[in-house]
């Protein structure tokens, strides 16, 4: 990818002439993961998919707060035997909550990756067909700045929105 900025560049730099007439764009990739009609699609399909599993964990997590609120209330009370028994409970149902925790984030995040890794694949498609149509020589997509002028992000994403998703 260097490499080929450098060469780009050093047309740009070395044949004026040319570069002229050379016809560049920029795409902010972030914006199209955003605001592209498919990557919406796609994270209303995971906050679906997860939606079950997520109130379970907010309900096991009520549950543990509760239990440490009523180990803390009741600790004097409590003989040293029915200590130790709500001290156990409630650090094995915190391990496992903490368990099911890390699995639900790792499971969301190859989901959405997954995911994103689709839209990405259509983005790139389209920003093909709108290089070809319209004659770009070259399309960045990572840039620390680019002029408003050459960036056809918008343009990506209304065609993301006409197209469907198999082509």
Not at 31 to 40: H, L, Q, T
Not at 138 to 167: C, N, W
């Amino acid at each position: 990818m260097k490499k080929l900025i450098f060469v780009a560049l050093t047309a740009l730099v070395a044949g004026p002439a040319h570069a002229a007439d050379s016809k560049i764009g920029f795409v902010n990739t972030e914006r199209v993961f955003r605001d592209a009609a498919p990557a919406v699609r796609a994270q209303k399909k995971i906050e679906q998919e997860f939606a079950k599993r997520d109130q379970e964990m907010q309900k096991m997590d009520e549950q543990i707060r509760k239990l440490q609120e009523n180990l803390e209330k009741n600790a004097v009370t409590l003989s040293e035997s029915e200590r130790r028994n709500k001290e156990r409970e409630f650090a094995d149902l915190n391990k496992d909550f903490q368990r099911k925790q890390r699995e639900f984030r790792e499971d969301l995040n190859q989901r959405r990756n997954e995911e994103l890794a689709a839209v990405l694949e259509r983005a790139n498609r389209t920003i093909k067909a709108i290089a070809e149509a319209e004659k770009y020589d070259i399309i960045f997509q990572e840039a620390v700045y680019a002029s408003p002028r050459i960036d056809i992000t918008e343009k990506v994403i209304k065609a993301l929105e006409d197209k469907p998703a198999g082509k």
